[in-house]
């Protein structure tokens, strides 16, 4: 069984450039930080074991010293700390501090250096206490804590050293990586902004491709924007674009030309016709003559219906329906109105060429009327768009036959044939009347039977 991936990748060009260009930042930021939390790491243990061997250094020296000496030592030290010339004060006493509460992490790796001196020196390391003051539940600290230290000497006399803070550059490395993290974020959007640029005509290139395949007869020319080689696909496509509308164009005069020039000779062999003996001879040649008439004249509208001077105006596509059933009722066919649209009172206002989109719908109707004898025109609204669905309850069409039914002069075999005075343009020009109305057109069987021509119109 194939595994299933739990990362998936975007689909698009747009999204796996940014997310590359992404994880390049993430990765970047990423490393950089632990690299610089690492140097100052390595700093602040500097300091701390400094300030350890500072403290070390005092033990020593009052150790050496007689009581009486070092009681005028620390006179004399606490004269220069009330006149400013030190930050240090120095306190004896003959017990052990009593200081209860916890101990910071800090402030006992700061306790752990102290012994490892001594450890170092091969002297026994003394009985030592040591707390901080202020800054130790900050978050960010501004500098090593402010410690009072206390240390017992040979003589059983407890040392007792108020050492100031230790100022370090956590801020201004902490300041610096917020810094950072804001420029880098800045950046990311302004190369989120011009990844955007560059790609967005890839997408329009992709959309126009995808137009031109389904209606190459009206694809509109694509803008030639962007850098360099999006520039030149674009050009190279409006280029093959062109060429191919100008085929397509002659193609349909071609047709036009011939059907129109056709119709006079038919004209005068229909005359002519009349003289013919014996009469089932020359109905027959009549007959003949009349389906010539009807496949040049279809013909005809079929090199017509991709060019209009028509102008899209706007219509209640709700009373157009209605009015283009009730047309049908009145001469005998049966074809009925069906409004599933909500708040039917209000005009169902869309935008169409109306003359075209009333040829679209009389040529699904009539179908439906010739192959299955009756007719259900169904009013929706889904997703910003009306659709007039033409429902039957004929025969259908085969599965495989829906994906042609739109192409010229195709026809499909069995019940919807020749029988019936069918060219196979119909739904051909159906559909190209529904492009003019910047509409789509879609046919499906029916679960129930029958067939469905669904018509969406893009609502005001």
């Known amino acids: 069984m194939k595994a299933r991936r739990i990362f998936k990748l975007p689909d698009s060009f747009f999204g796996q450039l940014l997310l590359l260009l992404t994880l390049g930042f993430v990765i970047f930021h990423a490393v950089n930080f632990a690299v610089v939390c690492n140097v100052q790491w390595l700093y602040v243990e500097q300091a701390e074991k400094s300030r350890a061997e500072h403290l070390a250094s005092y033990w020593t020296l009052f150790n050496s010293m007689p009581r009486a000496q070092r009681e005028a030592v620390v006179a004399r030290m606490k004269d220069a700390y009330e006149s400013g010339a030190i930050k240090e004060t120095l306190s004896l006493s003959d017990s052990a501090p009593d200081w209860g509460g916890g101990v910071d992490p800090e402030v006992s790796r700061q306790l752990s250096y102290i012994h490892r001196i001594f450890e170092n020196a091969g002297a026994q390391s003394p009985a030592a206490k040591v707390r901080a003051i202020g ?40 300041t610096q990586r917020a810094f950072l993290i804001v420029l880098a974020l800045v950046t990311l959007v302004i190369v989120i902004v011009l990844v955007r640029r560059m790609t967005r005509p890839i997408d329009g290139l992709s959309r126009a491709v995808e137009e031109f395949g389904r209606h190459p007869e009206v694809c509109a020319p694509l803008p030639e924007e962007g850098v360099r080689e999006i520039r030149s ?92 059933a009730d047309d049908y009722a009145d001469v005998g066919k049966k074809v009925e109105f069906v409004d599933e ?90 559909r190209n009347m529904a492009i003019l109305n910047a509409a789509e057109l879609r046919v499906q069987n029916l679960a129930q039977g029958g067939l469905m021509a669904e018509l969406k119109i893009p609502l005001c």
């Open 135 to 174: 800054e130790v539940d900050a978050l960010i600290r501004v500098h090593l804590p402010s410690l009072e230290f206390a240390v017992e000497l040979s003589d059983g006399t407890w040392l007792q050293i108020t050492t100031p803070y230790d100022v370090d550059d956590r801020v201004l490395v902490w």
């Open 233 to 324: 696909a674009a050009h190279s496509f409006n280029r093959m674009r062109g060429l191919i509308q100008g085929n397509i164009a002659e193609r349909n005069r071609m047709i036009a030309a011939m059907t129109h020039d056709l119709r006079t000779p038919l004209t005068k062999m229909q005359l002519r016709l009349e003289r013919v003996e014996p009469a089932d001879l020359r109905e027959k040649l009549q007959d003949a003559v009349l389906t010539m008439r009807s496949i040049i004249e279809q013909g005809l509208q079929f090199a017509r219906s991709l060019a209009t001077q028509e102008e899209m105006t706007r219509i209640d596509l709700r009373s157009f329906v209605q009015s283009l």
């Open 341 to 430: 649209t909500p708040q039917s009172k209000d005009p169902l206002v869309v935008s169409a060429r109306t003359l075209c989109l009333k040829r679209c719908l009389e040529n699904l109707i009539s179908n439906a009327c010739t192959y299955a004898g009756e007719a259900t025109l169904v009013l929706k609204i889904s997703q910003g768009a009306a659709l007039v669905c033409v429902c039957d309850r004929g025969p259908g069409i085969p599965q495989e036959c829906l994906e042609h039914i739109f192409e010229p002069y195709y026809r499909v075999e069995g019940s919807r044939n020749r029988s019936f005075g069918g060219t196979g343009l119909g739904l051909a020009i159906a």
